[in-house]
Structures are given as C-alpha cells and as structure tokens.
C-alpha cells in the first residue's frame, strides 16, 4: 500500500492536474497467520483515528487477508465502523478497504470467472477465494506463493509474476487478480500480462486506487496500470 497506490497516483499527476499526499498508520503484524490477522485487525480503530487527525480525505485499509479472515462480508462492516471513527473524530472520511475494493473492482468489471495469484500460505489463500467466492464470483484458478514472512512478501520481485501466472489455467476467465494481496508488489507486470493475455488484470493495491479515486470524485485513469485504471470505470 505505501508503495503502489502512491506510485499509481504519482504516474496520474502526469495527466492530471490533482496532487496528492500519503500518510499512513500502521498496524503490527509479522507473521502471515489468523492470529496475527486478528490482532492486527483489532489495531485499526487507533489507526483511523490517528490519520483523522491529519483531516485526510479518504483512507485506505491495507490488507486484504485481515478483512477476509475475519468472516463473510467483513469489508462493510470494517468500512462502517472505521468511518464511524473519523465521524467522532470530527473529521469525516470514507472509508476502503482492499478487500472490498478488489470485491468491487472485479464487479466494475464485470467479472463473474477469476483466476488469482496470492502469496499466502495455501489454507489463507483458500480462505480468501471462499470469501470471494461467497461474493458471487468463481475462482476457477488460483496459485498459493506460501511466503509465510510479510516482510518476504514485500520482497517479491514483480517480475516473477510474469513467469508465475503462467501456471494457472485461464480458459474461460473474466480478469486475471495478478496479486490478492497490497502487500505483494506486482504494477510492473500488471499491463505487460494484460497486453500478453488480452484480458483485464488487476491486483489488490489497483482496485484500492480506483476506489479511492471514485470516493474523491476523481476520474479512475491511471497510465499503464490495466483496464480497471484505463478510465472506462
């Protein structure tokens, strides 16, 4: 999150006339597990709190995996909640969360048939294609990373992706999710995969941007950043 959706609103401000600043409030996490997950999630009614105070205009909650193992629909209710905070703050902001923005984003699109790459142990992955899933869209394909370190997953290089996909079966996919995951750094090959496949591909840090452009009022175009940032959406 604190490296691509900047890196996708710098490559707007190219043309656009909009600017925009980062801020961010962290919740602890190291370890890739449903504890953790759990803990971290419980964390994220100080961090609203804290990025209320700097009057943002809207916020962005970074991972995915949190909201997901957390239960069906859990996006809205974090959502709801979270925006309750900066309402009592007395600075009021939408709220989005990565796992709702990748629900939405794939709705925008149209996509009722995915394939995904997640770099999730394969029990987290399975449980994020349930929840997926439980939102109306099949995932007939999806490929497990096992990388058990957040800060391994950082790490990736996106590079690998354009290798990686390539072992998932895309016969009769709508979009290809390149990574599931903010955490997992996968822009440089989004709009080389899509060109190559002739299909939309998005990741969760892409969707989280164009939600936050539609809450600012913002048109959703984003150069070389895949169809959902084409401004079609």
């Given at each position: 999150?604190?490296?691509?959706?900047?890196?996708?609103l710098r490559?707007r401000e190219?043309i656009?006339?909009?600017?925009f600043t980062?801020?961010?409030?962290r919740?602890?996490?190291?370890k890739?597990?449903?504890?953790e997950?759990?803990?971290m999630d419980?964390?994220?009614?100080?961090?609203?709190l804290e990025?209320?105070?700097?009057a943002?205009d809207v916020?962005?909650?970074?991972?995915l995996?949190?909201?997901?193992?957390?239960?069906?629909g859990?996006?809205r209710?974090?959502?709801?909640?979270l925006?309750?905070?900066?309402?009592e703050?007395?600075?009021s902001?939408?709220?989005?969360?990565?796992?709702?923005a990748?629900?939405?984003?794939?709705?925008t699109?149209?996509?009722?048939?995915?394939?995904?790459?997640?770099p999730?142990?394969k029990p987290?992955?399975q449980m994020?294609?349930?929840?997926i899933e439980k939102?109306?869209v099949?995932?007939s394909?999806?490929?497990a990373l096992e990388i058990?370190?957040?800060l391994?997953v950082?790490a990736?290089?996106?590079a690998n992706?354009?290798?990686h996909y390539?072992?998932?079966d895309?016969?009769?996919?709508?979009?290809?999710?390149?990574?599931?995951?903010?955490?997992?750094?996968?822009?440089?090959?989004?709009?080389?995969?899509?060109?190559a496949?002739?299909l939309?591909v998005?990741?969760?840090?892409?969707c989280?941007?164009?939600?936050m452009?539609k809450?600012?009022?913002?048109?959703?175009?984003?150069p070389n950043?895949g169809?959902l940032?084409?401004?079609r959406y």
């Amino acid at each position: 999150m604190e490296t691509e959706i900047p890196a996708l609103l710098r490559a707007r401000e190219a043309i656009a006339p909009e600017r925009f600043t980062f801020h961010s409030s962290r919740m602890r996490m190291k370890k890739v597990t449903k504890e953790e997950l759990a803990a971290m999630d419980g964390d994220s009614d100080r961090c609203a709190l804290e990025l209320s105070d700097a009057a943002v205009d809207v916020l962005g909650y970074a991972c995915l995996v949190a909201i997901m193992s957390m239960g069906e629909g859990y996006h809205r209710v974090s959502e709801a909640r979270l925006h309750q905070r900066t309402v009592e703050n007395g600075y009021s902001a939408p709220v989005v969360t990565s796992a709702g923005a990748l629900v939405e984003g794939l709705a925008t699109l149209g996509a009722t048939r995915i394939a995904l790459v997640a770099p999730y142990m394969k029990p987290l992955t399975q449980m994020v294609v349930s929840y997926i899933e439980k939102e109306g869209v099949k995932v007939s394909d999806w490929l497990a990373l096992e990388i058990p370190d957040n800060l391994e997953v950082a790490a990736q290089n996106p590079a690998n992706l354009l290798e990686h996909y390539k072992r998932l079966d895309l016969t009769g996919v709508d979009a290809l999710v390149l990574s599931a995951c903010v955490q997992m750094p996968s822009l440089p090959s989004v709009q080389k995969i899509e060109d190559a496949i002739g299909l939309p591909v998005v990741s969760a840090a892409i969707c989280t941007a164009h939600q936050m452009l539609k809450r600012l009022g913002l048109p959703t175009k984003v150069p070389n950043a895949g169809t959902l940032l084409s401004g079609r959406y």
